[in-house]
Structure formats: C-alpha cells, structure tokens
C-alpha cells in the first residue's frame, strides 16, 4: 500500500489554500485533510513531546478513515540535541505518544530525522544504535542526508534492526544524499523537501523561505518511478509518500501530483487547492465535489 500526504497540517498560510477561508464553524484540518490523504506527518512532535492523551485525540479524529497513518517526528532531543546523553525519564518522554498512536494502529512511521551535519562515524553509529533500542517496538524510519551514510553495510545494519532508511529529494549540495529507492524495513519512507537551494543553508532564512518550492511535474516523474520500485520491492513494504514543502500549501499539490502520477488516473483535490495551483494540477486532480468531500469533513 502507498500512502502520499503532507507534512504537518496545521499552517495559518494554509488559509484559502489548502483550506476554505473563512473556516466553517467547528472546521477540523486534521480531518479535512484525511478526506484527501492516507498519511500525514507530524511535526510538532520534533519539538516537544506530547502526552498520550493528545495523540489518543490525533487519532479519534480520523477514525472514520482506515486506511489512514500517521508518521511522526522523534523529538529533536534525540537528533539534534546530542551534546549531553539522554536520560530514560526522557525516553519515556518521547515515547507516549508514539506509543498511543502504536497502540491504535495508527502509526506509520516514527521518524528519526537528522540534519546534514549529522555524518557517518563510530560516535554516530553508536549514538543511532542507541536509539534504536530506545525505540524498540516502533516502525522506526531513519532521514540521514549526509551521503557518508550511503554504504552497503550500514543499510544491512539497518535492515537487521528493522530500521526504514528515508528516501529523500532535497537540495544537492557537496556530498548530500541523492535521491534512491532504498528499502531496509517493512516501511519505506520517501520525503520531499523541496529544491529551493538558494535557501537551504543560507544563514538566517526561515522555515517558510526554506520549503518554498513548487515541484514541475518533470521533476516529480522519476520519483514516481522510484516509488513504484518501493512499492515492488521484494519485502513487499507499506510505502509512505510525505511532501514537506509546506510553504503556501505547496506540499498538498505536489502530494496530489504524485498521487496521480504514480496510481496512473486522476486524483480529487480541494477545490482551493485546485484553484490556487490550476495550472500545475489540472493534468493530474479534479477539485472534490463539496457533498462528497468537503460537506463529510466540516
């Protein structure tokens, strides 16, 4: 199963975009967006952990969507924090509400999400098989985008620990990882940043500067082919699709783009959606019709 969404949903430049604007009363965007998406990534878990409570919530409101999964950031504490060793208390953490999610079937993938500076070494392994049993029990995915980890034995690591490598498409600088089609676990993960290289490591720009990027459908066709590869690879993976170029709802069009390209047939979309990026769209969605998608969701 392929499931293509966006990373994160909850974007106040979303508004008459992704979203109708105003927003009837009572709108839930969790619950719009699983009218239209089998996944959505969260991102506010990177920053804090959340109770077990708040993630029992996540889930209630797609309840009504089986097939839908959530993928979901580890807390930065434990990539991007890494000068002083954790503690088990933060462990715990980190864990509940993962571990809700786990336990309604809802969790796709738990993300482990490093940045470029993150490089292969004895210190870096050491530190990743760590958390690998910190972890146990989830279906850990692993973004590295140093291409010091691009190495046949280190993906054979992996696969002996059930760990998914992330896929990603990001801007190419001196040693990033390319783009590919690995697979290591029975969950195959692709993330789309965005090729907004002007952006990506310049000092001081934003998150929004950073994920504006609109994908040309050109662009996108190689990793639909890529993701037909995950799809068919021999361990038979769920494959996740999640678009992270959130500024201005671009990563919504470009989930859709894929979406259609991939399943080879036209998709639906909001029809703000639809509206704001008509050119890019037109080929591969159709805006949903307000009674069968909308008129559900609000």
């Known amino acids: 199963m392929i499931r293509f969404g966006p990373a994160g949903w909850e974007y106040a430049d979303w508004g008459g975009i992704v979203y ?52 979901a950031k580890v807390w930065r504490r434990f990539t991007h924090e890494r000068d002083t060793a954790y503690t088990a208390d933060e462990i715990a953490l980190a864990r509940e509400a993962l571990d809700a999610m786990q336990r309604a079937g809802r969790l796709g993938a738990a993300l482990l999400q490093f940045p470029w500076s993150f490089k292969r070494s004895d210190a870096s392994e050491e530190w990743l098989r760590g958390l690998f049993r910190a972890f146990a029990g989830l279906p850990l995915v692993l973004e590295v985008r140093h291409d010091s980890w691009d190495a046949a034995d280190f993906y054979a690591e ?6 998914g490598i992330v896929n990603v498409d990001q801007p190419l600088f001196h040693r990033s990882r390319r783009p590919a089609a690995a697979v290591t676990s029975p969950t195959a993960y692709v993330r789309v940043h965005g090729r907004n290289w002007k952006d990506w490591f310049r000092k001081g720009a934003g ?10 459908a050109g662009e996108l066709e190689p990793w639909a082919e890529r993701i037909r590869a995950l799809e068919d690879a021999p361990t038979e993976p769920d494959v996740y699709v999640i678009t992270n170029n959130h500024f201005e709802g671009k990563a919504a069009a470009n989930a859709k783009m894929l979406e ?18 008509h050119d890019a769209l037109a080929p591969f969605a159709e805006a949903a019709r307000a009674e069968g998608a909308q008129g559900t969701l609000l």
């Open 20 to 71: 109708p604007r105003p927003e009837p009363r009572g709108f839930d965007r969790l619950r719009f967006l699983a009218g239209f998406f089998d996944a959505v990534e969260v991102n506010a878990s990177f920053y804090r952990p959340f109770g077990a409570d708040v993630a029992r919530r996540w889930c209630e409101r797609v309840a009504d969507r089986p097939r839908f999964r959530f993928g």
């Open 260 to 277: 259609a390209m991939v399943e080879r047939r036209k998709v639906t979309a909001p029809p703000t959606l639809m509206r704001r990026y």
């Open 158 to 163: 992996l696969a002996e620990a059930s760990v």
């Open 207 to 216: 998150r929004d500067a950073r994920y504006d990027y609109l994908y040309a």
